[in-house]
Structures are given as structure tokens and as C-alpha cells.
């Protein structure tokens, strides 16, 4: 028996459709089986909390009396990106602050702005006939500006890499601080709860997949940046390290602190911490067999992050979430850098929409790339 | 009764005396070992939080000093901003003695003070800044 995204939308519609997250949809098939669950579930919820560099926002801020064509800009003294018409511009998530340097950056702007705090916004322009302003300090926020949406070129990474640190030294990386000697583990997927882990093949989600984002509602814009559907896999089909991204795009206003916040990894730098969510039409049996993949059935490589030594290394999140692994016959200690309290946060609040009627699935416009290739930066004279 | 968290620094080789028992049957103290590192020819280290009467523990330090056995009493505790953790996890990364770990059925972050510490390594760790150092819990003179 199979079933079409608009009957699921028409049952969500009635308040009949059954929905379940990535996590509850094993025991039910646990206890039932694939048939008959697939049967009785129309939709699986999925979550993610984690630390997504590649994140960003616009703005656009509306024209002053006298106008300016802003060229220089920065908000709460982080530098953003406004090599665009007059008073549009984009701050990166990782942008660090000209004054308090790493302590405050664009990620925080971004989250300061979700909580509708003001924003010092200073501009300076060469001015122009028709917009004869040269600089302008004053207070925005997220109820005076126009357009004020999140736009991130790579979320969601589906698998990622576990790192750990070969040297005598302790090692500050995007992926924490990893102690010397391998003495550490850290890594950064909510598992059995990832939303690409849930469709490894992409078959619901593409371009135009409405999705929770940041507490609000977002969409998939794009194929995320160094997408690498063509990622090495396991025997079950799914990517043992990063392999698929999603490109994010949603409205600030919508989204709230509990699921966007900003972050600093010591020593590294700034990023920003999103939640994101994507619900899985159960289509027909083979769909639902991909959403009931547990953790012990997803593999990851474990990267020695110092680049001195290659590991060929694969672990389970089953293992990762155990709390410590053996490696090289000694037991290290293992931590997330995704919460997964928050990712099943995610997914329980994805389900109380769609069972509550405020959220319906949609049809992808456009497939994401089944393959794809990754360059490298080659250095040319 | 007092309870302090207390490090003893051994010189290599110097110690005659066997230091916990003498201040558990001496001094009447409740010993809770949290971290050794002793061997021979190294300085060594121990890590306990001491209980006892105030004038024991006093009386208890003073005999320490004349071993010549150096301490430091801690005198911060680590603080947890509990409201805006996202429980990541990112700490239990560093955190030596398991204070900071994660509870495998919600999976949010506990920690257990009596296990900590006080190394600081989840301040500068944590990304969200959610860990601090308090510093009003001043105790015994060193």
C-alpha cells in the first residue's frame, strides 16, 4: 500500500494523520513490523541541534531621509557583507566583532536580533546624486527593518566525521577542544533522529521541502554547499562521514533563542547553533524502512583533526553514545557536540504541528543531486 | 561540621607518614578521595573533599604543614547556568572526573558537584558560556 503526499496533507487536514519522531517509529516497528506500521504512520518528524558555521542572514533596512547606498556596514560593531543594493546587506554567522573580537560576532547579532534586542547599525557610503548620505549610526531591529530572513548555504550535514587528536597537545578545533594522545572523542549528529539520515536518498526531500527552522518555518533553498551524495558508504546505504547539505532558508521573525544561539568553540571561533527539523512523508514500506535506522546501524569515521595521521577507523553512534569507545586498546571518552535533547525537542514540536494541523507537508520542486563532485582548492600560480 | 575540597601536594619521595589514615584516625575526618596521581621519585597529587569539626580540620592542616606537605583549599566552585544550556554535551569533552556528563535516557547534561574538580576546563570549553567560577566560598587559610 502506498500513499501520496496530498492524501497524507488531506489526513493532517482532519486531524486523523498519525505522526511519530525518528526515535518512537523503531519501536513501533519493533512491535508491529514494517507493513503494518507503514500502514498506520503518515508522517516520521526528525530533529537536529547543532553547530552549523555555514549559517547567515539578510537584511534589508529601509531607506533613511536623506538616502544612503550603504558600502560599509556593521551591526553591534560585526562587520556584514553589503556589496549589494543601497540598504541590503548579509551578516555571516562566524563574523567575529572589530571590538570584542571572538567573544561576539555575527552569530550573535543574529541571535540578539531573533530576540528583538536593538542593533547598532553604522554605515558609511561614498554618496551619491541620488543617495547623497555618507554615514548613518542608528538602532534597528527585527520589528523596524523589512526583509530580515536566515539564508545558510550548508545545514544539516547528513553523518559527519568523529574527531579526536593523535599529538601530545591539546587541540582547539570546530569540533571542540580533543585532548592529547587520542584522548578524547567528540561528535556532532543527532543519529538515528538526522534529518538526511532519515532519507538517505533524497526521495521527499529537495528543493522547496518545508521544514521546521530556528522555532520557525523554512524551506530548503538549495543543495547545500560541498554536498557529497557520492560519499563512501556502509552495507545499509548510508554515508559514513559527510555526505548530503541542505541550503536553509527561513524568516527571523518566526524563530526563537531556544533554537538558534550563538556559540564559541575556544580558540576557533564563532558559529551558530540551529535547529532544524524535517518531517518524512511514509510513502510506502521502503520509505518507512528508512526512517527506522538506529543508531547502531549508522557508522562514522573517526578523523585524527591534527591532519598528522590517517585513521581508518568506523564507529557506531550506538558506541559514540555509550559514553566511551575503545581505540587502540584504550577507553576514551566520547561527547556530542549536537544536543540531543534539543534535537528530540525539535522533532517532538515538528510532530505537534503537523498533528495540530498548522503544518502540512509539501512535494519537492526539484530532486537534489543524486551525485556530485567535491572539489579541492588547487593552489595555481 | 566544615567541608572543604582540598589538593595535597607530595614532594617527591618525602612522605614518612601514612596521610589518610593519620587524618581520618587523628583528626576524625570523612575523607572522600577524587582524584590521585602519586608514584614514586614524582610529586604527587591528591584530590578529596575533607568533612570534620572546624577545629579539627584546622588542627588537621597545621599537622599537614609540619609533614611538609604543601595544599590548596578550593576556594571557587564552578558554577552552571542551567536556563541557557542547550545540553551539547561539548563539556563532558574535557571534564576529567565525570562531574559534567550527560544522562543517557534524556540526555541532558547533570552535573554532580561533589566530583568536580574545579580544573576550569568547561568554562573556556563550553560554547555557550553557560559554565562560570563563583568565588564566595572562601574556607580555611592555606
Known sequence: MSKTISEINEKIKEGKAVVVTAEEVIDLVERDGYKKTAETVDVVTTGTFGPMCSSGMFVNFGHSKPPIKMTKVTLNDVPAYAGLAAVDAYIGATELSLKRGMEYGGAHVIEDFIAGKDILLQAESYGTDCYPRKEITTKVNKDNVNQIFLFNPRNCYQNYAAATNSTNKTIYTYMGTLLPNYGNVTYSTSGELSPLLNDPEFRTIGIGTRLFLGGGVGYVAWEGTQHNPDQAKSENGLPVAGAGTLSLIGDIRGMSTEFIRAGVFQKYGITLYVGVGIPIPILDEEMLAKTAIKNKDIYTRIVDKSGKVDLDILVNYEELRSGQISLFGKKVSTAPLTSLYKSRIIAEKLKGWILNGSFLLTEKVCDLPAHNKVNTLEVRG | ?142
Not at chain 2, 8 to 32: A, C, G, H, V
Not at chain 2, 53 to 59: H, I, N, T
Not at chain 2, 60 to 65: E, F, G, M, N, P
Open chain 2, 1 to 142: 561540621m566544615k567541608k572543604i575540597k582540598i589538593t595535597f601536594e607530595f614532594p617527591p619521595n618525602s612522605i614518612k607518614q601514612p596521610l589518610t589514615y593519620r587524618l581520618i584516625k587523628d583528626f576524625d575526618l570523612m575523607l572522600n578521595i577524587l582524584s590521585a596521581d602519586v608514584s614514586l621519585n614524582r610529586t604527587g597529587r591528591l584530590t578529596m573533599d575533607m568533612q570534620g569539626e572546624e577545629d579539627m580540620l584546622e588542627a588537621a592542616l597545621d599537622w599537614v604543614k609540619k609533614q611538609g606537605i604543601s595544599f590548596k583549599i578550593f576556594e571557587k566552585e564552578v558554577i552552571w547556568n542551567e536556563d541557557k544550556c542547550i545540553h551539547c554535551g561539548a563539556c563532558t569533552a574535557v571534564c576529567p572526573s565525570g562531574a559534567l556528563s550527560l544522562d543517557n535516557e534524556t540526555w541532558k547534561l547533570t552535573f554532580d558537584r561533589e566530583k568536580c574538580l574545579i580544573c576550569e576546563l568547561c568554562i573556556q570549553t563550553c560554547p555557550l558560556g553557560v559554565m562560570g567560577l563563583n568565588g564566595d566560598n572562601a574556607s580555611l587559610d592555606t
